[in-house]
């Protein structure tokens, strides 16, 4: 057994995930970890190459709220999330269905809620030590540098489409022997590649960023968590960061990865999820709660957030 599948399997046994071989929805040089009945239902898929990387492919969900906190092995990570609900504890940040997001392993421990009934489909690759400050500094020894500043540059966004294509791929393969190990190992070369790109790009970015800046894009930010579930247009925006609209709206996406409007829209629908999960609130009204006109936008916005409607969404998180 090598390295990665050791450091699995006492995770999967301590979480209630058993062995699931006759499993046949995944592809054939992996292996399949089924969730107990007593505390889910669905399946985790892992393949491991010794201590170097894994690529793993969540398809479960949990009967009740769960909190999970992990003291994760060293490791650097990126993952697209097809469907999540929960929350990141430390610090606090929403899980967003459609995003792809980056983890560092073995620095400080992960505390994350993840909300009942609602299935956690998502696929994602780690890299291990013996594999960027190992294999890939014996491949590249002029050009070397540690990829883990690029990874955690990465956080969590809507915008890099790459990788949200790379993980589809690798999610639906289906080939076998020596094809598999090859495919795997070319896309984990691939993903670190282009974290490595994305994290140049970015940096030219940051450095246009004053200390001014920084500080004006956090206060901002907590004014539009405050405020978030009102009528607030750019104008009143404006208004308050001292900033002209134009650049307040370039550099707002460079802080955050995302516009304003999709940051106000990841907090309206953190706040939707929690009145369709704990109330019996029509969605006109949730919708109105949260700063909508009528349920039909509200359903546009939360479908494309979630991966499902919120009548669907309602009915999976108070099924008893």
């Not at 966004?157 to 070319?186: H, K, W």
Request: charged share 25%.
């Amino acid at each position: 057994m090598n390295t990665v599948e050791a450091y699995f399997r006492k995770q999967f046994s301590e979480r209630g995930f058993e062995p699931d071989p006759d499993n046949d929805n995944f592809c054939e040089i992996g292996s399949t970890w089924k969730l107990s009945d007593k505390i889910g239902s669905g399946s985790y898929w892992l393949y491991g190459q010794k201590d170097l990387y894994d690529i793993t492919i969540h398809d479960f969900y949990f009967h009740q709220d769960t909190v999970m906190d992990f003291s994760w092995h060293e490791c650097l990570s990126i993952t697209r999330y097809d469907s999540i609900s929960g929350e990141e504890l430390s610090p606090y940040r929403r899980l967003e269905a459609g995003c792809v997001k980056s983890f560092i392993g073995g620095y400080k421990p992960y505390k994350v809620l993840i909300h009942k009934k609602i299935p956690i489909r998502c696929v994602g690759i780690e890299i291990m030590p013996a594999y960027y400050e190992g294999y890939l500094q014996k491949q590249y020894p002029g050009e070397y540098t540690n990829p883990l500043e690029a990874f955690a540059a990465v956080g969590q966004t809507m915008d890099f489409p790459e990788m949200a294509l790379l993980l589809r791929e690798v999610q639906e393969y289906r080939g076998g022997g020596i094809s598999a190990r090859l495919f795997y190992e070319s896309k984990v070369a691939q993903a670190v590649s282009l974290v490595v790109e994305r994290s140049k790009q970015r940096k030219e970015i940051r450095r246009r960023l004053s200390d001014q800046d920084m500080k004006d894009l956090e206060n901002i930010t907590l004014y539009l968590n405050d405020h978030c579930l009102q009528d607030i247009s750019l104008d009143d925006i404006v208004k308050v960061s001292f900033i002209g609209a134009r650049r307040l709206q370039i550099i707002f996406k460079e802080y955050h990865g995302c516009t304003i409007t999709e940051y106000i829209q990841q907090r309206r629908m953190s706040q939707a999820e929690s009145l369709l999960a704990k109330t019996d609130l029509p969605i006109g009204q949730i919708a109105r709660a949260v700063g909508y006109s009528n349920a039909s936008r509200l359903a546009e916005l939360f479908r494309k957030s979630t991966g499902m409607l919120p009548g669907e969404y309602r009915k999976m998180a108070q099924r008893k």
